[in-house]
T-cell receptor
């Protein structure tokens, strides 16, 4: 089955620690996205990538980093510079920049 | 800057009712608009995608309309069922930027 796989489902981060969230897709989509969702708010764009080896900052990129070395993979690192990282993180992909978006099942990150 | 607003924020209806969810956006320069469903703690499931040149799209009991010039879209759900209970999100894909901008969502509860 084609789709987007995010792992882990739950992640706990200690203060000052970097953590990496995985996102893999087998839809052969060119574009991939990372969103953050906080309770009662819409999704906010962190980073996106239209093509391998290229990515752009979204609206809330501070404290996050990404890489796009393979078409199928778009990992997100939450660095210690992100002061309020507790949230639900969603990865998405589209065939091109303006086509239907498909989402993974999300990773819930909690700071302990 | 594009802003997307969804009204109402929450809605509770008895089973069998027809209902309308509203979405408005401030900048009419969009490629398309997409409606999603999100169950608690889960990712987003795409329901309907309306291109900017289209007026409406239908899928089963769901009908979405788009009035691009006035910056409005509605999602009509016919004969609601308890299984329709979820958060419904709309998102616009901007002509420039190749990214989705989301509303905060409408939380729907259908009572049996």
């Amino acid at each position: 089955d084609g789709g987007i796989t995010q792992s882990p489902k739950y992640l706990f981060r200690k203060e000052g620690q970097n953590v990496t969230l995985s996102c893999e897709q087998n839809l052969n989509h060119d574009a991939m996205y990372w969103y953050r969702q906080d309770p009662g708010q819409g999704l906010r764009l962190i980073y996106y990538s239209q093509i391998v080896n290229d990515f752009q900052k979204g609206d809330i990129a501070e404290g996050y980093s990404v890489s796009r070395e393979k078409k199928e993979s778009f990992p997100l690192t939450v660095t210690s510079a992100q002061k309020n990282p507790t949230a639900f993180y969603l990865c998405a992909s589209t065939l091109t920049g303006n086509t239907e978006a498909f989402f993974g099942q999300g990773t819930r990150l909690t700071v302990v | 800057k594009q802003e997307v607003t969804q009204i109402p924020a929450a809605l509770s209806v008895p089973e069998g009712e027809n209902l309308v969810l509203n979405c408005s956006f401030t900048d009419s320069a969009i490629y398309n608009l997409q409606w999603f469903r999100q169950d608690p703690g889960k990712g987003l499931t795409s329901l309907l995608l309306i291109q900017s040149s289209q007026r409406e799209q239908t899928s089963g009991r769901l009908n979405a309309s788009l009035d691009k010039s006035s910056g409005r879209s509605t999602l009509y759900i016919a004969a609601s069922q308890p299984g329709d209970s979820a958060t419904y999100l709309c998102a616009v894909n901007e002509e420039y930027g190749n990214k989705l901008v989301f509303g905060a969502g409408t939380i729907l509860r259908v009572k049996s």
